[in-house]
């Protein structure tokens, strides 16, 4: 009786109701919110991290739409997982830590050189105006292309080719992700990065502990600095 004639109440308990339906329904057709959201904060977060942005995007693009079926009640552990063709999807801390390394932006205009599942470009796509990634393993190409199209992201443009002579048609580019290993930096990727630009490569042998370089370009002026070791699968040519 007294929460009948009590509208306050009554409007305060109708607005919890509707944001726990809302909220379970929402986590109806995504499982994986829960998870998701630990393994920013347990993986990324945790190991310093910061950029709000990036973190939000990590929040929510669905990593477990880009792994193979047999593999998404792992989409979200701290590994690479295998995506078939001898390639993976990075370790999600790795995927940030090259992202922030890049200081992404709403407009800015990247390269990214080995499209995988095409989950590095999703968060890519949420960080800045345009993607352009070269996949060379014409499967991978086809599938990630139309995964990035089901899930609506209008920004991304993906073609299948040898990424060590870039994409020269739209350079310069603000920053370049190379997500495979490098014996050497490739010129092309040098030569199409923008002034203030920022490229991110490991470089080191096949299948053996390698270093993940950062490159930036100042006035025509190339810094080369070295950060951290790594392990990513070869970077393939043609």
Same mark, same amino acid.
Not at 1 to 17: D, F, G
């Given at each position: 009786?007294?929460?009948?004639?009590? %509208?306050?109440?009554?409007?305060? $308990?109708?607005?919890? $109701?509707f944001s726990l339906t809302w909220e379970l329904s929402f986590s109806q057709s995504d499982p994986f919110i829960t998870v998701r959201n630990m393994m920013v904060e347990e993986q990324i977060e945790s190991r310093?991290?910061?950029?709000?942005?990036?973190?939000?995007?990590? !929040? !929510?693009?669905?990593?477990?739409?880009?792994?193979?079926?047999?593999?998404? %009640?792992?989409?979200?552990?701290?590994?690479?997982?295998?995506?078939?063709?001898?390639?993976?999807?990075?370790?999600?801390?790795?995927?940030?830590?090259?992202?922030?390394l890049i200081k992404p932006g709403s407009n800015k205009k990247v390269l990214e050189i080995g499209t995988g599942s095409g989950y590095q470009a999703a968060i890519l796509a949420e960080l800045c105006d345009s993607?352009?990634?070269?996949?060379?393993?014409?499967?991978?190409?086809?599938?990630?292309?139309?995964?990035? %199209? %089901? $899930?609506?992201?209008?920004?991304?443009?993906? !073609?299948?080719?040898?990424?060590?002579? *870039?994409?020269?048609?739209?350079?310069?580019?603000?920053?370049?992700?190379?997500?495979?290993?490098?014996?050497?930096?490739?010129?092309?990727?040098?030569?199409?990065?923008?002034?203030? *630009?920022?490229?991110?490569?490991?470089?080191?042998?096949?299948?053996?502990?390698?270093?993940?370089?950062?490159?930036?370009?100042?006035? *025509?002026?190339?810094?080369?600095?070295?950060?951290?070791?790594?392990?990513?699968?070869?970077?393939?040519?043609?």
């Open positions: 009786m007294y929460i009948a004639e009590n %509208k306050s109440v009554v409007r305060t $308990l109708y607005l919890i $109701l310093g991290i910061t950029n709000e942005e990036l973190l939000r995007a990590m !929040k !929510k693009v669905p990593r477990h739409l880009f792994v193979p079926e047999e593999c998404i %009640k792992s989409a979200y552990g701290d590994f690479p997982l295998p995506i078939g063709y001898d390639q993976t999807i990075s370790q999600p801390y790795i995927v940030a830590y090259m992202t922030d993607v352009f990634s070269i996949e060379i393993i014409p499967e991978l190409a086809i599938e990630s292309s139309d995964r990035l %199209k %089901k $899930l609506n992201y209008r920004n991304v443009f993906i !073609k299948c080719g040898d990424g060590y002579n *870039g994409w020269t048609e739209h350079s310069p580019f603000d920053c370049i992700v190379v997500t495979a290993a490098a014996e050497n930096i490739p010129q092309p990727l040098i030569d199409q990065l923008a002034d203030k *630009g920022r490229l991110v490569i490991p470089i080191g042998g096949p299948y053996s502990v390698q270093d993940m370089i950062l490159i930036t370009k100042k006035h *025509g002026e190339i810094e080369k600095r070295i950060l951290a070791p790594v392990r990513f699968v070869p970077f393939k040519r043609l």
